[in-house]
Nanobody
Framework: QVHLVESGGGLVQAGDSLTLSCVAS????????MGWFRQAPGKEREFVAA????????YYADSARGRATISMDVDKNTLYLQMNSLKSEDTAIYYC?????????????????WGHGTQVTVSS
């Protein structure tokens, strides 16, 4: 199983940019798809972005499209999520995961392989 460690969260002001990182180990990086999810207090975990196993296709939630960029660095075994124009609504714990799947418009992680998350707090 892939071990995932997120980092890069913090307290930022509305309108700022932030880049999150997820370091993966246990399997050859770049041979599986990955994604980012987030969960705000009292809410269900929701999809943010996904990247295909070779990094050829990216997918974004409506809330992130146009403001977020998902990418990977194979040499560093790291997945990134860059977000700009941050809003208070972006406040959540952000998680990365392996092999997210889509059923209709709903994304999930069937193998339940999550990192422990990194907190992003956006103040107005």
């Amino acid at each position: 199983q892939v071990h995932l460690v997120e980092s890069g969260g913090g307290l930022v002001q509305a309108g700022d940019s932030l880049t999150l990182s997820c370091v993966a180990s246990g399997r050859t990086f770049g041979t599986y798809s990955m994604g980012w999810f987030r969960q705000a207090p009292g809410k269900e975990r929701e999809f943010v972005a996904a990247l295909s196993w070779r990094g050829t296709s990216a997918y974004y939630a409506d809330s992130a499209r146009g403001r977020a960029t998902i990418s990977m660095d194979v040499d560093k075994n790291t997945l990134y999520l860059q977000m700009n124009s941050l809003k208070s609504e972006d406040t959540a714990i952000y998680y990365c995961a392996t092999e997210p799947t889509r059923r209709g418009s709903t994304w999930s992680v069937s193998d339940n392989n999550w990192g422990h998350g990194t907190q992003v707090t956006v103040s107005s």
